[in-house]
């Protein structure tokens, strides 16, 4: 099936602090979603894109659809406690295919006092 | 608007045992996947159902199983359970087939624990 490469596997940042991540694939996707996961709960939807080059923002967040189709960036500014959590990318390739969305394996954010 | 309900949240089985996992999606939303997460594996697609037909189904043995109802509720079973069938099982619904938007609304997921 088809990989996505997601990193940092963590971060440990200070409160205030940007924070950025990323998802790399080695297949061209046609959609690119972000998606939160606090503990004991299900993935939120953050941000959904759908175009290459495309760049949308959800408050203090910012994604970005890489020109090659091949990757995403996720971008938070300003961050606060409330933005700990599990942030993960998923794709889907423009073939389709039995395997639905791929998921990246997550980024885990935590936020030093 | 109701999210995703899924029942029940937590549950202990042992090897061998069978589980049946329910799923209610957003209203007026036809298309229920289902996937499961651990830690070592992250989140697997495991099938997607619309309008009572199986769509997609991933690299899951066949022990791995489920249903769409004509109300869009979904089940899904496990059989002769593995230790390491033990993960969290997440439903999420969508308007129509993953293939149109792939916005997918996740619910807050069934804990199986196998002992």
């Known amino acids: 099936g088809q990989q996505l490469n997601q990193s940092p596997q963590s971060m440990f940042i200070q409160e205030g602090e940007d924070v950025s991540m990323n998802c790399t694939s080695s297949?061209?996707?046609?959609?690119w979603l972000w998606y939160k996961q606090d503990p004991g709960e299900g993935p939120v939807l953050l941000i959904a894109?759908?175009?290459?080059?495309e760049l949308t923002s959800n408050g203090r967040l910012t994604a970005q659809f890489g020109i090659t189709r091949k990757d995403s960036f996720l971008n938070i500014s300003a961050s606060i406690p409330s933005d700990v959590g599990i942030y993960f990318c998923?794709?889907?390739?423009?073939?389709?295919?039995?395997?639905?969305?791929?998921f990246g394996k997550g980024t885990h954010l935590i936020i030093q006092p | 608007k109701a999210g995703v309900t899924q029942t029940p949240r937590y549950l202990i089985k042992t090897r061998g045992q069978q589980v049946t996992l329910s799923c209610s999606p957003i209203?007026?939303?036809?298309?229920v996947s289902w996937y499961q997460q651990t830690p070592g594996q992250g989140l697997q697609f495991l099938f997607e159902?619309?309008?009572?037909?199986?769509?997609n189904k991933g690299n899951f043995p066949g022990r791995f199983s489920g249903r769409q109802f004509s109300n869009s509720r979904s089940e899904m079973n496990v059989s002769t359970l593995e230790l390491g069938d033990s993960a969290l099982y997440l439903c999420?619904?969508?308007?129509?087939?993953?293939?149109?938007?792939?916005?997918?609304?996740f619910g807050e997921g069934s804990r199986l624990t196998v002992l």
């Open positions: 999420a619904s969508s308007l129509g087939v993953w293939a149109s938007t792939g916005e997918l609304f």
């Open positions: 297949s061209i996707f046609n959609t």
């Open positions: 894109l759908y175009k290459a080059g």
């Open positions: 998923a794709g889907r390739s423009s073939g389709g295919g039995a395997d639905g969305l791929t």
């Open positions: 209203s007026g939303h036809r298309s």
């Open positions: 159902y619309f309008s009572e037909t199986q769509r």
